[in-house]
């Protein structure tokens, strides 16, 4: 039998928690988003139009970075607060590459490493996949 490879992320619109599963203790990975405060003032100061353009490329990257990574998993959890993780499997969901992947998407509060880190436990544990 081939072994199912796992990972949550919890995600927001700037960071993005990963945890691998099976793992004991699970660590978490992090991907950030580069549209920091300060690239949003320095963008804002050459006016609204340039900074809204930024930040949908600097989005735009940090979805693609975390989409290739998707693509090395079989079962994939994304929750969080926002909709970050609606809009990341609406970047992949109709593209062939992805078609063999089971993404879950849950809606969760903000929460501790502990927390997420419990949440994946929970539900690949449960057998929801």
């Known amino acids: 039998m081939i072994k199912k490879t796992k990972i949550g992320i919890w995600m927001d619109h700037s960071v993005a928690n990963l945890m691998d599963y099976p793992a ?3 660590l978490t990975r992090r ?3 580069n549209f920091t405060s300060k690239a949003k003032e320095e963008a804002i100061t050459r006016g609204e139009s340039t900074m809204h353009t ?3 490329g600097e989005q735009a990257d940090y979805y693609r970075e975390l989409s290739d990574l998707i693509r090395k998993y079989d079962e994939v959890l994304l929750f969080g607060p926002t909709e970050a993780k609606t809009e990341l499997f609406n970047t992949f969901k109709n593209n062939h590459l992805f078609s063999k992947i089971k993404v ?5 509060d903000k929460m501790t490493e502990n927390q997420q880190h419990a949440f994946v436990n929970s539900y690949f544990k449960a057998g929801v996949t």
């Open 31 to 33: 991907i950030e988003c």
């Open 104 to 108: 879950e998407i849950r809606p969760t």
């Open 24 to 26: 004991a203790p699970i």
């Open 54 to 56: 930024k930040e949908q």
